[in-house]
């Protein structure tokens, strides 16, 4: 095999041709001076009283997809972890696992979209890993990164900060990443204008904290969607939380989409998104800093929480009926992140 | 009419008539869409909508799921089906454990895609699951038709397709099920036509009313439904006019008499009914895949406690199975009521309000 | 089980047509129906056309997604 243009099990072994994956394909990408030492561990830049930190795995089929790639959610995905604790991202840890065959041209493109994402998002990969596994395993690449962030002083967002009486909003249209990557692989003869949302959020999320007060936890809705964020906060806070799904930002293609795989579009995973829990009163001064953002332009406040201690979600339904949302079962939507 | 409008009808209609009502759908769909939309929270204390044998993956036979199972382990066959069926379990297992084995399973959205990989894997014995009522069943009869024209001799149907009518009539002729009306669905009537469901309202004097599937639909026909109650006048009604005409798609009408012809069939809960199965004619009968592999159906009998065949035939209420909620949940299911999506009782779990004991809480719900 | 969508027929080819909704573009087949034609409106279901909208539906259905596409999504 042309090792100029695949993935062999030597690139994995820590020897020379590793070195020369990392310098040739590696670096140049995602180059910066920290990750340029090549040592075993990093400093992370900067400090703070309390750090975050969080870690996801990548394993998304197709790896590429219409609106993203796994290097763009390699990163998205870890930095808004962080952001949605409050947690400014101060460094990237990125792992990379491949199968042995893969084109170096896949690598390269999703190693671009990992330095353009961590460039949108305003932060490096300082350290990474890479292994090589036999061919036809890992179907071609996974990703997991690891986050560090610096969580804003005197901010606590947690489910037990949740009260009755607080809202909650939604970013904006929920299911577009899962349903154009379900799109992409089960119906790949389908065009689409479908595109995943993937974006990271670390900017807007920090613009609503610097400007509203009252916000006390926050979620995106990846695996299981809207009605997985809902139910947990339902059942983790034990009380009742209601949905307007008239108030539900949904785009017409998502939905026929939705409706054409027989998928409930509520359990879908959005990449691009957050779930906001606010207090009532500062609820609609987060509409208008979320609405200030690229990423926030669509937000809505769908909901709210009422006191009933039954650790229920419900959906005010359209038709002015009500009904329940479990968290979902979770086997239907493989391989969407 | 809106979806409020139709709701004030039912309710006055409701109040006009008094007395406990009930009215049963045959449609998962139905079944499903009912609960998402909120109308059972929705309906008049009197007002019971009653779930039927309408959820095809439901009522397909253990034997004949054994047999699909059966088949997907040979080396050599590829099994093509929709999602619905994947998880549904047979005597040992279901088709998405089967593929984790290494059993070729695919999940297919469209009868053609089957014939097409038949076409293109000539070494492999593709076989096609038809599962599905009249909706469901002309995809299958093209499919053979199409194989047929290409000369295929790798493809195979497994048919456990079905009709509504004779089941709708073998409930009522039980005289196990009281019900005021059924709510037809709107779906298998695009192929049908509404007048097949004239025989049910001349002989039992029951209103069939034919309606689809947004809530503002279903409304609409429990409105007509209760309305045709207060008035004493049972009758015929179609409320989905933008697809379903009187006499239906004859042209799929055509292709499914011409590959299929109606046979008895064993009904997972009911037993064996008249005519309410299809099976190949002869100028078809290669593309049998029960003769091709020489499978015999072997039923077993239904887990102990298990109630699904009270629960399609609207006898009891999935609450009231003592394993509903406890021992059998969507996350571990015992019977098909709660192992596929349009089940009814992963619906109730699902989508309603259970107390403890499994219990629907608030007056009114159902 | 049911799941029928409707959708626009942009494309007529032998047996198989293109049919579109909200810009999701699939190839479906017409044995079913093979009376359609370009600007239809029809009835999908696994992958087969089922039913021709009459043309007060095909209004109806027109005006409720140009609706929607005007406000940007339910309200």
Not at chain 2, 25 to 47: D, I, W, Y
Not at chain 2, 52 to 74: F, H, K, N, W
Not at chain 2, 123 to 128: A, G, K, S
Not at chain 2, 187 to 194: K, N, W
Request: charged letters at 20%; one cysteine or more.
């Amino acid at each position: 095999m042309d090792k100029s243009k695949h993935i062999v099990l030597a690139h994995g072994g820590g020897g020379q041709l590793t070195d020369e994956l990392i310098a040739n394909t590696l670096l140049p990408r995602l180059g910066n001076e920290t990750l340029g030492q090549l040592l075993d561990s990093s400093i992370v830049p900067g400090t703070a009283e309390r750090m975050a930190m969080t870690i996801d795995s990548y394993v998304v089929r197709p790896l590429f997809f219409p609106g993203g790639d796994i290097g763009r959610l390699a990163v998205c995905g870890t930095v808004n972890d962080l952001a949605v604790c409050g947690a400014e991202p101060l460094g990237l840890a990125l792992s990379l696992i491949m199968a042995e065959g893969l084109e170096r041209e896949v690598l390269e493109s999703a190693m671009n979209s990992v330095r353009e994402a961590a460039d949108e998002a305003g932060v490096k990969v300082i350290t990474g890993d890479t292994k090589v596994v036999g061919r036809g395993q890992a179907d071609g690449m996974y990703i997991t990164t690891a986050g560090v962030g610096s969580v804003r002083e005197g901010l606590r967002l947690h489910p037990d900060q949740i009260r009755a009486g607080d809202k909650l909003i939604i970013s904006g249209t929920i299911a577009d990443h899962g349903l154009a990557v379900m799109l992409a692989r089960e119906m790949p003869e389908v065009q689409s204008v479908l595109r995943s949302d993937v974006a990271p959020l670390n900017r807007m999320i920090g613009r609503l904290l610097d400007k509203v007060s009252g916000v006390v936890f926050m979620r995106d809705p990846t695996r299981g969607g809207l009605a997985c964020v809902a139910a947990d906060i339902a059942g983790r806070t034990g009380l009742h939380v209601v949905l307007d799904e008239g108030r539900i930002p949904i785009r017409a293609e998502t939905r026929h989409a939705a409706d054409m795989l027989g998928l409930e579009v509520l359990e879908v995973a959005s990449e691009g998104k957050v779930v906001v829990v606010v207090r009532p009163e500062a609820a609609e001064a987060a509409l208008g800093a979320l609405r200030e953002d690229e990423h926030g332009r669509d937000a809505r406040i769908i909901g709210q929480v009422e006191d009933t201690r039954d650790g229920l979600c419900e959906l005010q339904t359209v038709l002015g009926g009500r009904r329940i949302m479990l968290k979902p079962y979770g086997e239907q939507l493989s391989r969407i992140c | 009419m809106t979806g409020h409008e139709a709701l004030d009808r039912l309710r006055s209609a409701a109040a006009a008539v008094g007395r406990p009502m009930a009215f049963m759908e045959v449609c998962g769909t139905h079944t499903v869409q009912a609960f998402r939309c909120g109308l059972h929270s929705l309906m008049p204390g009197n007002v019971r909508l009653i779930s039927g044998p309408g959820c095809p993956v439901c009522v397909t036979s253990q034997g004949d799921i054994d047999m699909l199972i059966e088949l997907a382990r040979r080396p050599g066959v590829t099994l093509c089906t929709y999602g619905d069926m994947l998880r549904v379990t047979g005597t040992d297992g279901n088709l998405e454990e089967a593929r984790t084995m290494g059993a070729d399973v695919r999940v297919v959205y469209c009868s053609l895609e089957a014939v097409k990989l038949a076409g293109a894997e000539a070494t492999r014995e593709v076989v096609f699951a038809g599962v599905g009522f009249e909706t469901t069943t002309p995809a299958t009869a093209a499919a053979a038709l199409e194989a047929e024209r290409l000369g295929l001799r790798n493809f195979s149907v497994l048919v456990s397709h079905k009709r509504i009518l004779p089941a709708m009539r073998a409930l009522l002729e039980s005289g196990q099920v009281k019900v005021d009306g059924f709510l037809c669905p709107g779906h298998v009537a695009v192929i049908t036509g509404y007048a097949t469901f004239a025989p049910i309202v001349r002989r039992y004097g029951l209103s069939c009313v034919v309606a689809g599937f947004e809530g503002a639909q279903i409304a609409m026909g429990m409105a007509r439904l209760v309305e045709l109650v207060r008035d004493g006048q049972p009758a015929l009604e179609n409320l989905y006019p933008q697809v379903v005409t009187r006499w239906g798609n004859r042209r799929a009408q055509n292709l499914m008499r011409r590959v299929f012809r109606p046979v008895g069939a064993r009904w997972r809960g009911l037993g064996s009914i008249v005519d309410s199965g299809l099976a190949f004619r002869s100028r078809y009968a290669r593309f049998d895949a029960q003769r091709r592999y020489e499978l015999t159906p072997v039923e077993s009998a239904e887990p102990p406690g298990c109630r699904c065949g009270d629960v399609i035939t609207g006898r009891c209420t999935p609450a009231e199975c003592k394993l509903f909620g406890a021992a059998c949940t969507p996350v571990c299911p015992i019977g098909p009521c709660m192992v596929s999506s349009e089940g009814t009782c992963q619906a109730w779990f699902k989508y309603r309000r259970q107390d403890k004991a499994g219990v629907p809480a608030g007056a009114g719900s159902n | 089980m049911c799941l029928a969508v409707p959708a626009q027929v942009k494309n007529c080819d032998g047996n198989e047509a293109i049919v579109d909704l909200h810009g999701n573009r699939v190839r479906v087949s017409t044995v079913l129906s093979p009376e359609v034609k370009e600007g239809d409106w029809v009835l999908v279901h696994a992958g087969f056309v089922i039913q021709q909208l009459t043309p007060e539906a095909a209004a109806e259905t027109f005006a409720v997604l140009a609706d929607l596409v005007e406000k940007g999504g339910p309200p």
